[in-house]
């Protein structure tokens, strides 16, 4: 495997190379820290051509596996290098440009190894908002991408998908296909991209993307409430439509069992109700005008439904910094189940009404396969309403 290194090193220049077992340390595993094979080296390439040359030459080599590798916020392994396979790990920590943003097309183009946070930084001081936002925000945009990341906002924006006009791909073997194309508006043949989104590398890797952007929001109301049962949510949900139209941005349900675990590992009660509750949701709405009263909409839809039995207790946001507390008890939620042993932590999409079904029973013990394969962790939630709940790993 040194062949392999010095190859590269030819490529990209000896600084983008790594291959001491010290510096390849921190990439034998994705957040969940579950340890995979070892790493032969790690190659940094700067550019889409860098790129290029270095499948090119990986996949001459004789069985060597390419593992793509973003900001290494996965919970799925697909990061981790494969266990008794020689592992390059391609890593775009070096590709982080924004390469352009037009506000008047709305469209920003970013390299791969931009981070969502940057990305979202970038499009805010353009006066625009990127449809993509989740807990993880050092992963990156090819990240991103080749996971179809969804979050908080898949209500109104979708999935990562969604925010995609245009890709820039290498395929295994070194050849580029360039579809960066920054236009709404496209009828050209097929649409190539679609196949790389989701892929998780398999087949190929993000250099760049073309992504939507929106007028930024100029007025938002957030909410949180609390409701006695998962029927109440779901009426709750259809009565936010009906209030909100496409304004809504999140509906975030979480069970009080997903909250006690937040509580219990950030070592606080922020309690945000008088009494504790089974099920609490957070609700956002916002507006690119100014001219829409949502804090209206929203004390409209609070105290109909408390007259209605469907919420017990709410607060809404008077300020950012409550609002962030707000969120914080959401995003404490998935953190919590990636660091807590025992817990499991699983994204389980279902229909919104199969949902009083779908939650899962705390006792039910989990097949062998499952506690073999999520021996620490796993997430669950729902989309098109987002549900954070969760059990525990029978000892
Ligand atoms: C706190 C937290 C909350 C989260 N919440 C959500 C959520 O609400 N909804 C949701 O959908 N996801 C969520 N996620 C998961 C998140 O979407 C993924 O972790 C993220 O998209 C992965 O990006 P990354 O850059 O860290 O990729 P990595 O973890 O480095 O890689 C992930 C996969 O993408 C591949 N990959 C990386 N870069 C490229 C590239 N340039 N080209 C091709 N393949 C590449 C890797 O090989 C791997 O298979 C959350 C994660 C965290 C940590």
């Known amino acids: 495997m040194t062949g392999i290194a010095e190859t590269l090193r030819g490529i990209v220049g000896a600084g983008g190379v790594l291959d001491g077992t010290e510096d390849c340390t921190g990439y034998q595993s994705d957040l969940t820290g579950t340890p995979g094979g070892?790493?032969?080296?790690?190659?940094?390439?700067?550019?889409?051509?860098?790129?290029?040359?270095?499948?090119?030459?990986?996949?001459?080599?004789?069985?060597?596996?390419?593992?793509?590798?973003?900001?290494?916020?996965?919970?799925?392994?697909?990061?981790?290098?494969?266990?008794?396979?020689?592992?390059?790990v391609l890593s775009t920590e070096r590709m982080r440009a924004v390469r352009s943003i037009d506000p008047l097309g709305n469209v920003m183009v970013v390299e791969a190894g931009c981070t969502l946070h940057d990305a979202q930084a970038a499009a805010a001081a353009a006066g625009r908002l990127l449809g993509l936002d989740h807990g993880g925000l050092s992963s990156t945009i090819g990240g991103n991408l080749a996971t179809n990341a969804g979050g908080n906002n898949v209500l109104r924006y979708g999935m990562a998908r969604e925010q995609v006009l245009g890709l820039e791909v290498v395929l295994a073997d070194g050849r580029i296909v360039s579809q960066l194309s920054p236009l709404r508006k496209n009828n050209a043949g097929y649409d190539l991209k679609q196949i790389f989104l989701g892929s998780e590398g398999t087949l190929g890797v993000v250099t760049a993307a073309a992504l939507r952007l929106r007028p930024a929001p100029r007025i938002r109301v957030t909410a949180c409430v609390s409701l006695p049962s998962i029927d109440a949510v779901l009426t709750l949900f259809s009565r936010t439509q009906a209030a909100f139209g496409e304004s809504v941005t999140a509906f975030e349900a979480m069970s009080r069992a997903s909250l006690e675990l937040h509580f219990a590992h950030a070592g606080a009660r922020r309690q945000p109700f008088s009494a504790a509750a089974p099920w609490a949701v957070l609700i956002e709405a916002d507006s690119a005008s100014r001219h829409f009263d949502l804090n209206g909409a929203m004390e409209a839809l609070v105290a109909e439904a408390m007259e209605a039995g469907l919420v017990a207790d709410g607060t809404i946001a008077a300020s950012e910094s409550q609002r962030r507390a707000l969120w914080a008890l959401r995003e404490g939620i998935p953190n919590a189940m990636i660091e807590t042993p025992g817990a499991l932590k699983s994204d389980t999409p279902c229909r919104s009404m199969r949902l009083p079904h779908s939650m899962p029973r705390r006792a039910a013990p989990l097949p062998r396969s499952c506690r073999d394969a999520y021996r620490r962790r796993s997430a669950i939630s729902a989309t098109a309403i987002s549900i954070s709940t969760c059990c525990r790993r029978r000892a």
């Open 38 to 88: 070892a790493v032969a080296c790690v190659v940094r390439p700067r550019t889409v051509a860098e790129v290029s040359a270095v499948l090119a030459a990986c996949s001459m080599a004789v069985d060597v596996a390419v593992i793509p590798r973003g900001g290494c916020s996965g919970l799925a392994g697909g990061a981790t290098p494969a266990i008794g396979r020689s592992n390059v």
